[in-house]
């Protein structure tokens, strides 16, 4: 609208309106005011017959009208040109001319997370496990509390409503415990994660060739950029919360020491997995309706989880990929369980081991789906890894020293925690240990300073 078009005299008082001018677009300007004047009609008419029904529909309508309307909200930025785009290709392949209605739309900063976080507030009330909040600053600033908006975690209400709503008292040992999850996680992201994405990306965003190394290096790369880059944020999130009196839930226990795909998305962005498992996989039925529902399920939540992470058809496929790995685990663990063979003790340790190791390459295969750049790429990749084995000329470009060092000193720290089973910060080791460690850490984060900065890969989700 262009409101210059406008004219107020006061002298006599007098209004003039250059109509043309006002909504020069083809009329949007006058569609975008009747639609607002039809919502407004439709909820004074309607919402005093809601208010009139029996309680239980009542409350039943309004969790509909809470979960759709955030839905459509996200679905119209996420998603609207993914589907459109693709309906146009398949109605073009019959032959039909079609126009575009590609929308250059602006992705709200983190409108996944602070969805999610809606729905299961909505949900958690319905179901009677949370009663209401009616403080509407309290609401608002657990709805946008800034250090996990962009990549989480996703924190419940009933998590994180009561601290927010109760006053917080600050202690040294959480201060110190937040000042250390800030430079954990800026050391992961900056020294390890923004240090290999050169290398991975002259990959994966090459159009020329490149060897079975270039594609395997690289996806072992991504595979620790993508975890020190995201779970650094979380770090980041949870120190700087701690800072200020709060704690956000656990989002990463070691991740890359599982030895199967369950156990797995019980370590990996346990925020968003709980999440999946507690409003879709349980609502759908779980595993209470017999075991081809259980494996429907398990497949459905994990696509719907891909799609989640972004519009395109490789994290699709990575979901697939995903709930298949779901569901063959579960078809060769479900059985009875039998008598284990006499070795099973003896070398229980290296058995241990093997697994971790082999689902580690596997779930190496899922990342590179994950950052293909098309499904072309996927194939591509794929048919490089199983059948040009053995190409060894390197052409991917070297990381950074910072990150050649962080990596290793990133798995020592890791596996001393996983044999502690004590996957947080914890003041175990003596003072002059823990000083070392964290000089390590600056010294090799002012290293990685001079890395090309990225953004948060999961800030587009």
């Known amino acids: 609208m262009q409101w210059d078009a406008v004219e107020i005299r006061t002298s006599p008082i007098a209004v003039s309106v250059k109509w043309s001018q006002l909504f020069p677009s083809a009329g949007t300007g006058w569609l975008v005011l009747l639609g607002t004047v039809v919502l407004v009609a439709l909820g004074k ?7 009139a029904l029996k309680e239980e529909k009542r409350r039943k309508l309004f969790l509909w009208v809470s979960i759709c309307a955030n839905l459509a909200i996200l679905g119209f930025f996420k ?22 209605l590609h929308l250059n739309l602006l992705l709200p900063a983190g409108i996944s997370f602070y969805t999610f976080k809606a729905i299961s ?18 609401f608002a600033l657990f709805w946008a509390f800034f250090p996990p908006l962009l990549a989480g975690p996703i924190d419940r209400a009933s998590h994180l409503l009561p601290q927010i709503s109760n006053p917080r008292q600050l202690s040294f040992q959480q201060s110190a415990e937040g000042v250390f999850l800030i430079l954990f996680g800026l050391f992961k992201k900056v020294a390890i994660a923004d240090g290999v994405a050169s290398s991975v990306s002259a990959v994966y965003q090459t159009t020329g060739a490149v060897s079975w190394i270039d594609v395997v290096a690289a996806t072992f790369l991504f595979t620790i950029q993508i975890y020190c880059d995201f779970s650094g944020y979380s770090d980041i999130a949870r120190g700087v919360s701690k800072l200020f009196g709060i704690e956000l839930m656990l989002n990463f226990d070691l991740p890359y020491f599982s030895k199967n795909p369950s156990e797995f998305w019980q370590r990996w962005h346990i925020s968003l997995s709980s999440w999946l498992r507690d409003y879709l996989y349980i609502p759908l039925g779980g595993n209470r309706k017999g075991e081809g529902r259980t494996y429907q399920n398990l497949m459905t939540t994990m696509v719907l989880g891909g799609l989640w992470h972004g519009a395109a058809w490789n994290f699709v496929l990575w979901g697939f990929y995903q709930g298949g790995l779901l569901c063959l685990y579960r078809a060769f663990t479900s059985k009875p369980a039998t008598k284990q063979p006499f070795y099973s003790k003896k070398f229980g340790f290296l058995r241990g081991v093997a697994a971790t ?25 794929t048919k490089i890894v199983f059948v040009d084995f053995g190409n060894f000329a390197l052409s991917m470009p070297k990381p950074p020293l910072a990150a050649l060092l962080g990596i290793p000193i990133l798995f020592g720290y890791e596996l001393l925690q996983y044999m502690a089973l004590k996957p947080d910060f914890n003041p175990r080791f003596s003072i002059p240990a823990r000083a070392a460690f964290y000089a390590t850490l600056i010294f090799i984060l002012l290293m990685g300073a001079s890395n090309a900065p990225a953004q948060f890969i999961y800030s587009q989700f």
């Open 45 to 51: 008419v309607l919402y005093p017959r809601c208010v």
């Open 79 to 100: 998603y609207f040109n993914f589907f459109i785009e693709n309906a146009e290709a398949l109605i073009r392949a019959f032959g039909i001319p079609v126009e575009s």
């Open 121 to 138: 507030y909505a949900i958690d009330v319905y179901q009677g496990k949370m009663g209401a909040y009616y403080n509407f600053l309290n």
């Open 357 to 381: 190791v082999l689902f580690f390459i596997i779930t190496c295969y899922g990342w590179l789906l994950f950052r293909a750049t098309s499904l072309t790429q996927v194939v591509t990749f």
